[in-house]
């Protein structure tokens, strides 16, 4: 005899979707996790070279929780039928994620600048490497949202219940690019 499903249980059932980006994002947190953890051991064996981080990585702080509101709000305006707010905010969103990559080079001629390259310690090389993952992240970020700016400007303007799917899983994807770097800066404060 077959399985019935009731209605409640198929409404309680995780979108496919959803639990492939929650699994990517338990994967890339647990990566994260062995490269800050990497860190802080390879501190304690010696050989460190301590810096001040520039303050470009601050600003671009700044810019990516500033991000975040824009992509929390155009996605609240999506659904309540705001067609120009959301797509100015999913646009403005775009530019700053951008904005952020920039910053995040400018953040690596700063430390290049006051000597510290990517081979001259290991301190240096673990910056560059974990905030260069992360902008890897960002970048992943911005293609979904050049994808939901596409579905925005191309398609005709309905919050359906897929479109409202597909674009929270943009906004939850970025969000936690958001909320990983926030963790990566206070950490390199925490460490320096």
């Known amino acids: 005899m077959g399985v019935v499903s009731s209605p409640e249980f198929s409404r309680n059932k995780i979108q496919p979707q959803k639990l492939a980006l929650w699994v990517a994002i338990g994967s890339i947190i647990m990566m994260f996790g062995a490269f800050t953890s990497a860190y802080v051991v390879r501190r304690a064996a010696g050989n460190w070279l301590e810096f001040k981080l520039p303050d ?18 155009a996605y609240h305006s999506f659904k309540k039928g705001n067609e120009k707010l959301y797509k100015a905010l999913l646009l403005v969103t775009f530019a700053l994620g951008i904005v952020f990559i920039v910053l995040q080079y400018k953040g690596w001629e700063a430390l290049n600048a006051i000597g510290a390259t990517f081979t001259a310690n290991p301190s240096s090389s673990f910056i560059y490497v974990i905030s260069g993952l992360h902008a890897a992240h960002v970048l992943g970020g911005i293609m979904a949202i050049v994808v939901a700016l596409t ?8 919050p359906t219940q897929r479109r409202r799917q597909r674009f929270e899983l943009v ?16 950490f390199f404060m925490i460490q320096s």
Do not use: C, E, G, K
Request: hydrophobic fraction near 60%.
């Open 171 to 186: 906004v939850q994807y970025w969000h936690f690019v958001d909320v990983l770097w926030v963790y990566l800066i206070m």
């Open 151 to 158: 579905h925005a400007y191309i398609l005709p303007f309905r």
């Open 56 to 73: 470009i990585f601050f600003y671009n702080t700044v810019v990516i929780v500033l991000s975040s509101f824009t992509i929390h709000y």
